[in-house]
C-alpha cells in the first residue's frame, strides 16, 4: 500500500486537553506536512517539518519527527471545539513533489 | 494572495461521459498536483506538473490525464467515466517541484450516476 499509517483513527477529548497524532510512513522524504480537513472540504496546510529537522512549533502545533522509526507526532495543546476535523500527515518523497497520504485521524473535541 | 482555486465545485455526469476540471495556483507558484479522495481509498496521488511537464504519475488508468499551461493553470480530465470515479478531486500548488508548502484547494466533488 502507498498509504501511510496514522493513530489513532479516532479521539475523543474535552476541551482544554491535549490531542496527539502519530504517524508512520515507508519511503525517504524531503518533509513531512501536517493538513487538516473539515468535513471532506479541502486540506489546510498546518505545518512542514524538512527531513533534518527534529522538532517544530507553530502556535499551539508540536510537531516531531524520527526519520530513523520513519515517524511523526503532531501535539495540539489547549485544544478547542473548533479543532474538531480530520488531520492528515502526508509525506513528500524524494522523488518530487508527490505526497503519500496516512489514512487520517478525526478528532473530536467536546466543548 | 489568493488562495488554490478549482472549477467547478460540484459535478454531476453520467457513465460512459467524459469531464474536464481545472485549477489555479496560487500566484507565483509553478508546480501543481492532483489527488483524488475517496472513503475507501483514501488521498491517492494523480499526477504533478512543474513548467508545463509532467514529473510524476500515480497509478491510475489512462482514462485520466492532465496538463499544465504556461500561466502554470492545469487541467485534468478523466474520459469514459466510470460510477467508481465518483470521489473529491483536489489540487495542491507549491513554490518549487519539491521542498514547498503545499497548498490545496477546495476540490471538485465528482458524483457519476
Known amino acids: 500500500s502507498q498509504q501511510g499509517e496514522e493513530d489513532p483513527q479516532a479521539l475523543s477529548i474535552q476541551e482544554g486537553e491535549n490531542a496527539t497524532m502519530n504517524c508512520s510512513y515507508k519511503t525517504s522524504i524531503n518533509n513531512l506536512q501536517w493538513y487538516r480537513q473539515n468535513s471532506g472540504r479541502g486540506l489546510v496546510h498546518l505545518i512542514l517539518?524538512?527531513?533534518?529537522?527534529r522538532e517544530k512549533h507553530s502556535g499551539r502545533l508540536r510537531v516531531t519527527l524520527d526519520t530513523s522509526k520513519k515517524s511523526s507526532s503532531l501535539l495540539i495543546t489547549a485544544s478547542r471545539a473548533a479543532d474538531t476535523a480530520s488531520y492528515f500527515c502526508?509525506?513528500?518523497?524524494?522523488?518530487?513533489?508527490?505526497?503519500?497520504f496516512g489514512e487520517g485521524t478525526q478528532l473530536t473535541v467536546n466543548p | 494572495k489568493a488562495g488554490v482555486t478549482q472549477t467547478p465545485r460540484y459535478l454531476i455526469k453520467t457513465r460512459g461521459q467524459q469531464v474536464t476540471l481545472s485549477c489555479s495556483p496560487i500566484s507565483g507558484h509553478r508546480s501543481v498536483s492532483w489527488y483524488q479522495q475517496t472513503p475507501g481509498q483514501g488521498l491517492q496521488f494523480l499526477f504533478e506538473?512543474?513548467?508545463?511537464?509532467?514529473?510524476n504519475k500515480g497509478n491510475f488508468p489512462g482514462r485520466f490525464s492532465g496538463r499544465q499551461f504556461s500561466n502554470s493553470r492545469s487541467e485534468m480530465n478523466v474520459s469514459t467515466l466510470e460510477l467508481g470515479d465518483s470521489a473529491l478531486y483536489l489540487c495542491?500548488?507549491?513554490?518549487?517541484?519539491?521542498?514547498?508548502?503545499?497548498?490545496f484547494g477546495p476540490g471538485t466533488r465528482l458524483t457519476v450516476t
Open positions: 506538473y512543474f513548467s508545463e511537464t509532467q514529473r
Open positions: 495542491a500548488s507549491s513554490f518549487e517541484w519539491r521542498g514547498s508548502e503545499q497548498y
Open positions: 517539518i524538512r527531513s533534518n529537522e
Open positions: 502526508a509525506a513528500e518523497e524524494t522523488s518530487g513533489s508527490r505526497l503519500t
